[in-house]
């Protein structure tokens, strides 16, 4: 089944403790995605990656990192979270040659 | 101001009825439009690309004005699981890859 899963789905974790939340695709998409929602402010991108080894910043890049080794990875890191960065976080792919996104479950992430 | 821009709603309407939805964005030189529905808790899903020309599918209509910068979203015949917040979509300014979500519409079909 194509698909877009990420991982963890829910996590509740402290502040500063480095944490990885996971995006696989399994559909061979080039252009992959994070954003992060929150109430009354909608989906905000935080990093996209054009291809392997290609990212750019998004409208809402600080406090994370990403990286994008494999085509079909792409990791979202906080290297030092804090409590601002409790958010529903999703990642997206999208097919060649289109920006349409095809988004995974979301993360629920809480930093206490 | 910005980039882009809708009204939150709540839209209350009755199953069967037509209803329409605006969406403004600032980046005149925005290449790429779309429309997104996100129901309650779940993960956004693509509803329609918006294409110069318009383009329907079913009882949805996406229409463009470039001159006026905004997209439109008509829905006709409303059903009771078209309940849901509606997304739309513009790519940013500083890159043509850039994505630049609406906080969202929300539609409420009563029966």
């Known amino acids: 089944e194509a698909q877009v899963t990420q991982n963890p789905r829910y996590l509740i974790t402290v502040t500063g403790k480095k944490l990885t939340v996971t995006c696989s695709q399994n559909m061979n998409h080039e252009y992959m995605s994070w954003y992060r929602q929150d109430p009354g402010l909608g989906l905000r991108q935080i990093y996209y990656s054009m291809n392997v080894e290609v990212t750019d910043k998004g409208d809402v890049p600080e406090g994370y990192k990403v990286s994008r080794k494999e085509k079909r990875n792409f990791p979202l890191i906080l290297e030092s979270p804090s409590p601002n960065q409790t958010s529903l976080y999703f990642c997206?792919?999208?097919?060649?040659?289109?920006?349409?996104?095809?988004f995974g479950p979301g993360t629920r992430l809480t930093v206490l | 101001r910005k980039e882009v821009e809708q009204d939150p709603g709540p839209f209350n309407v009755p199953e069967g009825a037509t209803v329409a939805f605006n969406c403004t964005y600032s980046?005149?030189?925005?290449?790429?439009f779309f429309w997104y529905r996100q129901d309650c808790r779940k993960e956004p899903k693509l509803l329609m690309s918006?294409?110069?020309s318009g383009n329907e599918d079913g009882r949805f209509t996406a229409q463009l004005n470039r001159a006026s910068q905004y997209i439109s979203l008509l829905i006709r015949d409303s059903k009771l699981s078209d309940s849901a917040t509606y997304l739309c979509v513009v790519t940013g300014m500083d890159s043509s890859y850039k994505l630049i979500f609406g906080s969202g519409t929300r539609l409420l079909v009563r029966p």
């Open positions: 918006v294409y110069s």
């Open positions: 997206a792919s999208s097919p060649p040659g289109t920006l349409e996104q095809f």
């Open positions: 980046n005149s030189a925005s290449q790429s």
